[in-house]
């Protein structure tokens, strides 16, 4: 998909200017299934990307400020759709939101079902292990005979089942949400995780943290907003104003408000 080309025959009835449509008026032309209100779907259970606040109420998280500072460009309103992540895609499709940003890893499977913006993020798998803990584990395969944790239907499932098929022995065990594996691993009940390492590196770097990250892959799979296949128009609109946004600082500074660190930048090379 050329993204310019797309969005120039778009431009031919619809104009952005400075964040919002022309006019100075807050339509959307039919890009939204909602006038003047972008609905994004999120599994809201994924730190730092996308969780609750302390009052159990209000999503936070790289994705919810992105998706905000989107919306703020665009002239739209973002409205969360909590969805459990394995109906996400699904969702998206039957036109449940506009969208999918919930650390959603742009793969060839998913792009032949769905359109993808350009990444906004990198990242890799990564294996964490208790502070403390005497295991010796310096690569996947030392997983081997543990009690391994992941997400279900994520790339670190995909990541695992991969080793499995090449005949590494572990004990899986798949949760529904991310947290689940934290909690498992600091009770006890599991051997090691493993995550993405833009999720590890958070839970790491937290005050007090009771987990150390013993090994990290490459940077070989990235992050893009999901929408419904052939919904162009809102694809070539949302890859615009990432440009935009990656262009005046503002990922940048989101990038350094969660992780204190520029994790983006190498996502647009």
């Known amino acids: 998909m050329n993204a ?13 200017s400075g964040g919002v449509f022309a006019g100075g008026n807050k339509e959307t032309g039919g890009l939204t299934k909602t006038p003047g209100v972008l609905t994004v779907g999120m599994e809201i259970g994924y730190p730092p ?21 989107l919306g703020a460009k665009m002239g739209l309103t973002v409205k969360f759709v909590d969805t459990a992540w394995d109906g996400i895609f699904a ?16 793969t060839p ?8 913006t350009r990444p906004y993020i990198g990242n890799a798998q990564a294996i964490v292990l208790l502070k ?27 990541f695992m089942r991969k080793y499995e098929e090449q005949g590494l022995k572990f004990k899986a065990y798949e949760y529904e949400k991310v947290m689940s594996c934290f909690d ?25 943290s009771s987990f150390q990250i013993v090994w990290q892959g490459p940077a070989d799979d990235f992050f893009g907003i999901c ?20 262009a005046d600082g503002t990922m940048l500074k989101i990038s350094m408000d969660v992780f204190n660190m520029d994790l983006v930048s190498a996502a647009r090379k």
């Open 4 to 16: 310019k080309k797309l969005f120039a025959a778009t431009l031919a009835v619809l104009t952005l």
């Open 49 to 69: 990307f996308e969780y609750y606040d302390a009052d159990g109420k209000t999503p936070i998280g790289f994705d919810v400020q992105m998706a905000k500072a």
């Open 91 to 106: 969702g998206v499709t039957k036109g449940d939101y506009d969208c999918i940003i919930s650390a959603a890893t742009i």
């Open 109 to 116: 499977e998913r792009q032949g079902a769905h359109n993808f």
């Open 132 to 158: 403390g803990s005497t295991r010796k584990i310096g690569k996947p395969e030392d997983l081997a005979g543990l009690g391994v944790a992941y997400q279900e239907e994520t790339t670190s499932d995909i």
């Open 184 to 208: 498992e691993l600091k009770l006890g009940r599991v051997d090691a995780i493993v995550c993405d390492s833009l999720v590890a590196v958070d839970y790491v770097a937290s005050p007090n």
């Open 227 to 246: 929408l419904k296949k052939g919904n162009d128009a809102l694809t070539a609109a949302l890859d615009k104003t990432l440009d935009e946004l990656f």
